[in-house]
C-alpha cells in the first residue's frame, strides 16, 4: 500500500510494531511538540496532529515531520455539507499527510472519497467518539442505542462508501472487523496502559488488549505527551504491545 502504511504493518501480521503506535500531539504549541518528537526519538514514526496543535502551527509543523520520514495523521474529523468536505480533502491531498479523519456520516464519507482520488491519502471515519457511552449518546438526541450498535451501523456504511479506514473504541474492534473486512485499518484511541487516568475517555482498553482485539493502530496522547519521560512512556506501550502478539 502506499504512504508506508498498510494493515500489515499491524504486528499481528508481522510488520514494524512501532508504526501502529500513533502518539498524538496534544500540546499548545510547535515548539513543544518538537521538543517532544526529539525526545521520543525513533522510539516514534507515527504521530497525529488534531485541533490543538493544527490550529497553532501544526500544518507546517506536519511537513516538517514528512520531510524527517515521519508518518502523519491529520486529525480534523471534517463534517460540513459534500462540496465542502470534498474540497477541503482535496486541499489536504496535496500534503502528503497518510490519514485524515472524518465524522461517518455517509453524506461526508461519500465526499471524503471522491475529495481524495487520485491521491495516496488514507481516510478514516470516526464512529463513535470514545468519550461518549451510551448515555452521552441519548443526551446527544439519538434514540436509545448502545455506542457499540452506532459503531457498528456507521461501520456497515464505511465499508458501502469505500473508506480506508475505521476509528472505535479497541472495545469495538473485533466486531468492527468483522464488518468491514480483512483490508481496512482499525484505528483506536482511548488506549490507556493499566493504573493510568481515564480522563475524558469512556472507552477505555490497554494497549495489549487493543491489539488482541485486532486493532491495526492504536492512537494515544496524554500517556506519552504528558509523561516525564514521553520515550519511555512510548517504549513501554509498544513492548505491551509487542507482548501482545506473542
Ligand atoms: O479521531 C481520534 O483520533 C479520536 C477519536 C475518538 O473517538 N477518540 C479520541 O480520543 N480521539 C483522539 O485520540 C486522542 C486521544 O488522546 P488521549 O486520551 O490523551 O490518549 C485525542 O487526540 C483525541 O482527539
Same mark, same amino acid.
Request: aromatic fraction near 4%.
Given at each position: 500500500?502506499?504512504?508506508?502504511?498498510? /494493515?500489515?504493518?499491524n504486528p499481528v501480521?508481522?510488520?514494524?510494531?512501532r508504526?501502529?503506535? &500513533?502518539?498524538?500531539?496534544d500540546? /499548545?504549541?510547535? #515548539?513543544?511538540a518538537?521538543?517532544?518528537?526529539?525526545?521520543?526519538g525513533?522510539?516514534?514514526t507515527?504521530? !497525529?496532529? *488534531?485541533y490543538?496543535?493544527?490550529?497553532?502551527?501544526?500544518?507546517?509543523?506536519?511537513?516538517?515531520? &514528512? *520531510?524527517?520520514?515521519?508518518?502523519?495523521?491529520l486529525?480534523?474529523?471534517?463534517?460540513?455539507?459534500?462540496?465542502?468536505v470534498?474540497?477541503?480533502?482535496?486541499s489536504?491531498?496535496?500534503?502528503? $499527510?497518510?490519514?485524515?479523519?472524518?465524522?461517518?456520516? %455517509?453524506?461526508?464519507?461519500r465526499?471524503?472519497?471522491?475529495?481524495?482520488a487520485?491521491?495516496?491519502? !488514507?481516510?478514516?471515519?470516526?464512529?463513535v467518539?470514545?468519550?461518549?457511552?451510551?448515555?452521552?449518546?441519548? #443526551?446527544?438526541?439519538?434514540?436509545?442505542?448502545?455506542a457499540?450498535?452506532?459503531?457498528?451501523?456507521?461501520? *456497515?456504511q464505511?465499508?458501502? &462508501?469505500g473508506?480506508? +479506514?475505521? $476509528?472505535?473504541?479497541?472495545?469495538?474492534?473485533?466486531? $468492527?472487523?468483522?464488518?468491514?473486512?480483512p483490508?481496512?485499518f482499525? $484505528?483506536?484511541?482511548?488506549?490507556? %496502559?493499566?493504573?493510568?487516568?481515564? +480522563?475524558?475517555?469512556?472507552?477505555?482498553?490497554?494497549p495489549?488488549?487493543?491489539i488482541?482485539? +485486532?486493532?491495526t493502530?492504536?492512537v494515544?496522547?496524554? %500517556?506519552?505527551?504528558k509523561?516525564?519521560?514521553p520515550r519511555?512512556?512510548?517504549?513501554a &506501550?509498544?513492548?505491551?504491545m509487542g507482548?501482545?502478539t506473542?
Amino acid at each position: 500500500m502506499s504512504n508506508g502504511v498498510s /494493515p500489515s504493518t499491524n504486528p499481528v501480521s508481522g510488520g514494524d510494531i512501532r508504526d501502529s503506535l &500513533i502518539i498524538g500531539l496534544d500540546v /499548545p504549541s510547535v #515548539e513543544e511538540a518538537r521538543t517532544i518528537v526529539t525526545r521520543i526519538g525513533d522510539a516514534g514514526t507515527f504521530y !497525529k496532529i *488534531g485541533y490543538q496543535l493544527a490550529y497553532a502551527g501544526g500544518f507546517e509543523f506536519a511537513r516538517e515531520l &514528512i *520531510g524527517q520520514g515521519k508518518k502523519i495523521f491529520l486529525d480534523l474529523k471534517l463534517h460540513d455539507i459534500g462540496n465542502t468536505v470534498e474540497e477541503g480533502v482535496r486541499s489536504i491531498a496535496r500534503m502528503g $499527510v497518510t490519514f485524515l479523519t472524518v465524522h461517518a456520516y %455517509p453524506q461526508t464519507m461519500r465526499a471524503a472519497v471522491t475529495g481524495k482520488a487520485g491521491s495516496n491519502l !488514507k481516510i478514516l471515519a470516526v464512529t463513535v467518539l470514545t468519550s461518549y457511552d451510551d448515555n452521552d449518546l441519548v #443526551e446527544a438526541g439519538y434514540a436509545p442505542v448502545s455506542a457499540a450498535e452506532l459503531v457498528a451501523r456507521r461501520a *456497515g456504511q464505511a465499508r458501502e &462508501i469505500g473508506i480506508d +479506514g475505521i $476509528v472505535c473504541a479497541a472495545t469495538e474492534a473485533e466486531r $468492527v472487523r468483522a464488518i468491514v473486512g480483512p483490508d481496512s485499518f482499525i $484505528v483506536t484511541p482511548g488506549i490507556r %496502559p493499566s493504573g493510568s487516568e481515564a +480522563g475524558d475517555q469512556k472507552r477505555i482498553v490497554t494497549p495489549g488488549d487493543a491489539i488482541r482485539n +485486532g486493532a491495526t493502530h492504536l492512537v494515544v496522547a496524554r %500517556p506519552i505527551v504528558k509523561a516525564a519521560d514521553p520515550r519511555a512512556a512510548a517504549e513501554a &506501550i509498544v513492548k505491551e504491545m509487542g507482548d501482545a502478539t506473542a
